[in-house]
């Protein structure tokens, strides 16, 4: 077509030139005879000679004067160039014909301009820009041919910018003058009349074109098209077969395959459908959705049910009634592969939907089934679903088996707050549902009680218990753990009379919980100081208990020693303790101590000193290292051993000088060196005593022995000096007034009349400024305040007790004031209390609150470091109870991921995800799926998370949070439809208000939707 226009623009140059030359009469110069040859050059397409003629004539024109009478071969010369550049396809050619119109707006050449610059932007695919340069060209000014050209590339470019009717019309001009673009033409009039829905007019025109070879293959194709679209089924079969056998590489052809494979699926083939849509699927990056659902149903009616699988979980992604019908028949067809829990996640997503009531109905009885056999309850879904179904479908031809299955998720489920408001909701309940009633308040119960909630579990047991015996062993279990809550709230009484309850209506007397509730209750009584039924109810629990290896046979040995021990049956009491360090040697440090007391209290000494050598050397991290050394210390003075036993005390003294024995072996010191005559070394403990422990009964002891002391050394001028030293520090003598009104007021107290004693307290105080009892008398008033709540009174009286340097307060001193810093939020100064607590607890319940403290403290005051140490030290203790090693557990992996060491937080995590009950199991159960995705162990990650809906939880956020990672997990394998229904489920299903949660659905959508 290019060479056509040149020689139509060519034609019009020559008569240009030709009219010209004819009004010329003047003799030819040298510079028209340069024009003159350019022009010749010209017009035999000798386009580098007439350049270089017409840019001579024109340099040698411009050294005259602009305003010659050349100015009309100027413009002639300026067009052949322009012309020339834009025949050979220079850059500039366009702008170059635009400054010659810019230069000469009234050249006869100007439409001719106008028409190369069109087709420069229209040969660019500029087709806006072509319009333009096109639409405003005169064209009566231009040959018949180029009128022709002009027509075709004005509708083309008006085609291709939308403009469908101006095409047509251009489109229609074409063939007036010519036939070159007059087929083209007949074709785009025919294709904008299918584009715009006048299909039998589209399709007399590419009937017309079906005889020209050029165009015979688009003609059908659009003809085959039109039948698509009017329903010609048949019609569109055999021409999409024809087309395909003569064109088997046309570009048309991934088209043909999809119109033919739908029209094979409205003709009732379905094999056929299969086969054309498979070839269509394959040539196309992005194949139609109704086409992938038409592909799938009819592999579903074949029996192909893994292609069906395959193609219509492509189709499931938008909320339609495609959308649905679709997950109906995936869900079939994953019933068909056994896979139940993606069947189940179908249904759910069919059911979800409303446009078709029948599916929707089928559907959710599907979903409701599969969620009750798969036991999938992760946000309270088995209950849900079936009173979703019953309320949605109450006339339903599945009603009354919904109704029996109801009753039997209430047996089975895990959500156990979602059961309870359901059934609640029942006006009638039968005795099968009340049966499951009694039992989901048993279990909420228990759910409360591994919270470390103790007041909320009793609340839920009691009502398990009020129901009566719908299900009788969820009645007396209720017992048994109302008992065991009423005894972690220290109320041994009401836990005593549970637990006999429990052990009366328990019919598994081999059952572990029956003889559990011996060991229980011998610890009730022996919290009670009634060692009697202690070691009656010890007793039992040693005989029925089987397992050699637990940590409660060998502690009940323990106990029954200790009671033996108070009866004051020591060589009884010895063979216990024996038992108790056979069955436990790692942990039998207690009982080894026991053994070697009792042994010096029926004389053996030799045998009390081995057993206490035995604390030192095979328990050197235990609490009894320091009684032992002051135990031993004080047999070798009764074996009259003075060396070893200054040997005993002194190391007490340097190893545990924060321990309430270090006084006490000082002034044991002192005494053995007086006795031994060593009397300087005598001085020298009792100023040790007195000076390290000022304030302590010890102390006052020790300046009292060290008066005789002095007497000896002939120098009591010399103690005089000394005492005077001490000023008011130190009260020798003790009047007797100070005395009786002190005991007094501890008479009072000790009768439990705290008002009386408060005031006898306060009033001795205020008479004996300094008296000798004061560190006593703020002790007890600072434990009246603790008890009455005032606690910032009850902190500044323990304060001063402790300023006093009176060590036999110190330890409970120090455990109250710590207790009451923290729970003033006070941590820094908490921190501080717990930490000089750890140092001189003696008992293990201030020592396990002192490590308790640090490990919470460190938390909230950033000394993460304590907090893991204490966390460490913690879960060295034996016999630590669930809840803190749960919560020790549970810091320790936090530290651990915050320092990016997630290998040292797997076992915390594995342990703590053993039980999803509780907030750290939940938390910790996703954080270790977490961690192997992490690692990139997706099938380990995979696994722990669908562990965790199974076994459910009440902890609802950190299952969402377990859902996204599945859709996380199910990305990353290319597996959409899981990772969309996990989320679509999420979205459903969480009642939770989390905007985190709510984000990361958002987003994970978007990335499937998007990819």
Request: some cysteine.
């Amino acid at each position: 077509m290019r060479t056509v226009t040149k020689i139509i623009v060519m034609a019009g140059l020559f008569l240009s030139f030709a009219d010209a030359q004819a009004q010329r009469s003047h003799p030819i110069d040298a510079r028209e005879r340069l024009f003159s040859e350019g022009k010749d050059f010209f017009l035999l397409k000798n386009y580098a000679g007439a350049t270089d003629k017409l840019e001579a004539f024109k340099k040698a024109e411009l050294q005259t004067s602009l305003d010659s009478k050349y100015k009309d071969l100027i413009q002639e010369a300026d067009y052949m160039l322009a012309f020339i550049a834009f025949n050979e396809g220079k850059d500039y050619a366009t702008e170059q014909l635009e400054e010659f119109l810019k230069t000469y707006p009234d050249s006869q050449h100007g439409d001719e301009a106008c028409l190369l610059i069109g087709k420069g932007w229209f040969e660019r695919a500029e087709y806006q820009n072509a319009e333009k340069w096109l639409a405003d060209i005169r064209k009566d000014a231009l040959s018949d041919g180029q009128q022709d050209e002009l027509n075709y590339r004005l509708g083309y470019s008006q085609m291709k910018n939308g403009k469908l009717e101006e095409a047509r019309e251009s489109f229609g001009k074409v063939g007036e003058y010519g036939v070159e673009y007059t087929q083209a033409a007949i074709y785009y009039i025919a294709y904008i009349d299918y584009a715009t829905g006048k299909y039998d007019d589209a399709l007399k025109e590419f009937n017309r074109l079906k005889r020209t070879p050029e165009y015979r293959e688009k003609s059908d194709y659009y003809i085959a098209q039109i039948n698509y679209l009017k329903d010609n089924y048949d019609e569109v079969v055999k021409l999409a077969d024809r087309l395909l056998r003569t064109y088997p590489k046309s570009e048309n052809n991934n088209e043909l395959y999809r119109i033919a494979g739908n029209s094979y699926y409205y003709l009732g083939n379905q094999e056929k459908t299969v086969e054309m849509l498979k070839k269509y699927v394959a040539g196309t990056d992005k194949p139609g959705r109704g086409e992938l659902y038409i592909m799938g149903i009819c592999d579903y009616y074949l029996g192909k049910y893994n292609d069906a699988v395959e193609a219509l979980t492509k189709t499931v992604t938008d909320d339609d009634e495609t959308g649905q019908n679709a997950s109906m028949f995936l869900g079939q067809s994953y019933l068909q592969l056994g896979d139940k829990n993606k069947a189940r996640m179908a249904f759910e997503t069919a059911s979800a939907l409303t446009f078709n009531k029948k599916i929707q109905e089928s559907a959710l009885y599907n979903y409701a089934l599969l969620v009750h056999e798969t036991s999938f309850t992760g946000f309270g879904e088995s209950v849900k679903v079936f009173e979703q179904f019953l309320n949605d479908y109450p006339n339903s031809q599945y009603s009354d088996k919904v109704n029996d299955y109801l009753a039997e998720v209430y047996l089975t489920s895990k959500n156990y707050q979602s059961a309870l408001e359901s059934i609640n909701k029942i006006r009638q309940p039968s005795t099968k549902i009340l049966e499951a009633k009694q039992n989901v308040l048993f279990q909420l119960g228990n759910q409360e009680f591994t919270n470390n909630k103790m007041e909320a579990a009793i609340e839920y047991f009691t009502k398990t218990i009020e129901m009566g015996n719908y299900d009788p062993e969820a009645s007396a279990n209720a017992y048994f753990w109302r008992g065991e809550s009423y005894y972690r709230l220290e109320n041994y009484q009401n836990a005593i009379t549970d637990f006999n309850i429990f052990r009366n209506l328990s019919r598994q007397n081999s059952s572990d919980t029956y003889s559990l509730v011996y060991y229980n209750l011998g610890y009730c009584y022996f919290k009670r100081h009634d060692f009697q039924q202690s070691l009656v109810s010890f007793r039992r629990y040693v005989t029925l208990e089987t397992n050699e290896d637990s940590k409660s046979l060998a502690d009940s040995y323990n106990r029954i020693g200790d009671c033996l021990f108070y009866n004051r049956q020591f060589a009884e009491a010895e063979t216990n303790y024996t038992r108790a360090a056979t069955l436990q040697p790692s942990s039998a440090d207690y009982a080894v101590y026991q053994k070697g007391f009792v042994l010096g209290l029926q004389k053996d000494y030799t045998g009390k000193i081995r057993q206490m050598d035995r604390i030192v050397s095979d328990f050197p991290e235990s609490q009894y290292l320091d009684d032992a050394l002051y135990e031993r210390g004080r047999t070798y003075v009764l074996l009259d051993k003075p060396q070893e036993a200054a040997q005993s005390f002194n190391s007490l003294i340097s190893r545990y000088p924060n321990s309430t024995l270090a006084p006490k072996a000082g002034v044991q010191l002192g005494l053995l060196y007086y006795n031994d005559n060593q009397l300087e070394n005598s001085v020298s403990a009792y100023k040790k005593v007195i000076s390290d422990y000022p304030g302590s009964e010890e102390a006052k002891v020790a300046v009292q022995d060290l008066k005789s002391v002095y007497i000896d050394l002939n120098d009591v001028s010399s103690y005089a000096q000394y005492v005077n030293s001490l000023g008011g520090a130190m009260q020798i003598e003790v009047s007797e007034q100070d005395s009786l009104t002190f005991l007094a007021a501890e008479k009072l107290f000790t009768r439990g009349d705290f008002s009386g004693a408060q005031r006898s307290l306060v009033s001795y105080l205020n008479t004996f400024k300094g008296g000798a009892f004061s560190s006593n008398a703020n002790y007890y008033l600072a434990k009246i305040a603790f008890d009455e709540k005032n606690y910032k009174e009850a902190k500044r009286l323990f304060s001063i007790v402790l300023e006093s340097g009176d060590t036999k307060f110190r330890e409970e001193s120090l455990a109250r004031k710590s207790e009451i810093e923290y729970m003033d939020k006070d941590y820094a100064p908490a921190l501080q209390s717990f930490k000089d607590l750890r140092l001189v607890a003696e008992t293990r319940e201030n020592r396990l609150a002192a490590l308790l403290g640090i490990m919470r403290c460190g938390q909230f005051t950033g000394n993460e470091t304590e907090s893991l140490e204490a966390s460490g030290d913690l879960l060295k203790e034996p016999n630590l109870s669930p809840e803190i090693e749960m919560e020790a557990r549970y810091l320790r992996a936090k530290y651990y991921l915050k320092l990016g060491q997630s290998d040292k937080a797997l076992g915390d995590l594995t342990a703590l995800s053993k039980d999803t009950r509780t907030e750290y199991g939940a938390e910790a159960k996703y954080r270790l799926a977490q961690y192997y995705y992490d690692k990139k162990d997706v099938t380990r990650a995979e696994k722990e998370m669908l562990n965790f809906i199974e076994n459910g939880t009440n902890h609802q956020y950190w299952l969402a949070r377990g859902f996204i990672l599945l859709a996380d997990i199910y990305i990353d394998k290319g597996d959409d439809f899981q990772a969309r229904q996990y989320l679509t489920s999420l979205k459903r299903n969480y009642g939770g208000k989390s905007e985190d949660v709510d984000r990361m659905i958002e987003q994970r959508l978007e990335k499937i939707k998007t990819k």
